[in-house]
């Protein structure tokens, strides 16, 4: 590396990887480390070769790290919007992010998570038909489409009529795939005109992965989540004391637990369970 920041494609097992590297440097400017990527590229647009033209490496290294960092920061679809907003309009003019997903029908998309600055249209929640919608054509071309001043575009739409309404001028729809199959679409608003390049697409794309995986994750991990309610709320109502442990420890005692043993919950989940059930240790 030499000190300096460094990037390569590199190949594995016939995979491709785009790698990036920073130095880590402490207070006396000295290398104490080293900051990593490597992202998945194989077969995905050649996002390999994603540099955008105008804009340095350095600056491309910044904005896939940063957006990179915050999609890993939560399993919350929405709190990832708002923290995906905060970090890619550093460098993009951008006044709302949105994350849509398929319905089981996928005919319609519905608004899993949206951040905004100024622009409040199309909330969390509603429901759109994908048919006719920039959505539809980003996901069957399986690329980014981008429209630098929607009010000098052709026959427009209710729905394009709402954007200007509120100010919309320039829009990005990068499609979301997951395991290969279309899963969804990211959403990018922006106020002024001409705000996007066609070589931003091929940076969109990129992150769009990130972005993929991201949502996937936040939605198996409140479905876990939403399950655990539901198995705990039937264990609280059991007509019976009820456990669950492993090896070693116990991890959940439901009320009746606490009363059949004497033993507070708080004990009861310190507790070795060979000392709670001595036969099966």
């Given at each position: 590396m030499g000190g300096q920041s460094y990037e390569a494609t590199i190949e594995i097992k016939g995979k491709s990887y785009d790698t990036y590297?920073?130095?880590?440097?402490?207070?006396?400017?000295?290398?104490t480390g080293v900051t990593?990527?490597?992202?998945?590229?194989?077969?995905?647009?050649?996002?390999?070769?994603?540099?955008?033209?105008?804009?340095?490496?350095?600056?491309?290294?910044?904005?896939i790290y940063h957006l990179t960092v915050a999609l890993n920061a939560s399993l919350d679809v929405q709190e990832l919007g708002e923290l995906f907003l905060d970090a890619l309009k550093v460098t993009f003019k951008v006044d709302r992010v949105s994350f849509s997903v398929l319905d089981e029908t996928k005919k319609n998309l519905t608004i899993v998570a949206t951040a905004s600055?100024?622009?409040?249209?199309?909330?969390?929640?509603?429901?759109?038909?994908?048919?006719?919608?920039?959505?539809e054509r980003a996901i069957r071309d399986g690329k980014p489409i981008f429209w630098n001043d929607i009010q000098s575009r052709g026959p427009k739409s209710s729905r394009t009529d709402q954007l200007l309404a509120e100010g919309t001028r320039s829009t990005v729809s990068v499609p979301l795939?997951?395991?290969?199959?279309?899963?969804g679409v990211l959403s990018l608003l922006s106020r002024e005109v001409g705000v996007f390049?066609?070589?931003?697409?091929?940076?969109?794309?990129?992150?769009?992965?990130?972005?993929?995986?991201?949502?996937?994750?936040?939605?198996?991990?409140?479905?876990?989540?939403?399950?655990?309610?539901?198995v705990t709320t039937l264990m609280e109502s059991a007509n019976a004391a009820m456990?669950?442990?492993?090896?070693?420890?116990?991890?959940?005692?439901?009320?009746?637990?606490?009363?059949?043993?004497?033993?507070?919950?708080?004990?009861?989940?310190?507790?070795?369970?060979?000392?709670?059930?001595?036969?099966?240790?």
């Open positions: 590297y920073e130095p880590i440097r402490d207070e006396s400017n000295n290398i990593s990527l490597a992202v998945d590229v194989t077969g995905h647009f050649n996002t390999h070769k994603a540099l955008v033209a105008s804009r340095s490496q350095a600056d491309q290294f910044a904005i600055r100024h622009l409040t249209a199309f909330n969390k929640g509603r429901v759109l038909p994908l048919k006719g919608s920039r959505g795939f997951y395991n290969g199959e279309g899963i390049t066609k070589g931003d697409m091929d940076l969109f794309a990129l992150l769009a992965v990130h972005v993929s995986a991201a949502i996937t994750n936040a939605q198996l991990f409140e479905k876990a989540r939403e399950s655990t309610a539901q456990f669950v442990y492993d090896e070693t420890r116990t991890l959940y005692a439901n009320r009746l637990a606490e009363e059949h043993t004497g033993y507070t919950k708080e004990e009861l989940l310190s507790m070795p369970w060979a000392e709670l059930h001595p036969t099966d240790a």
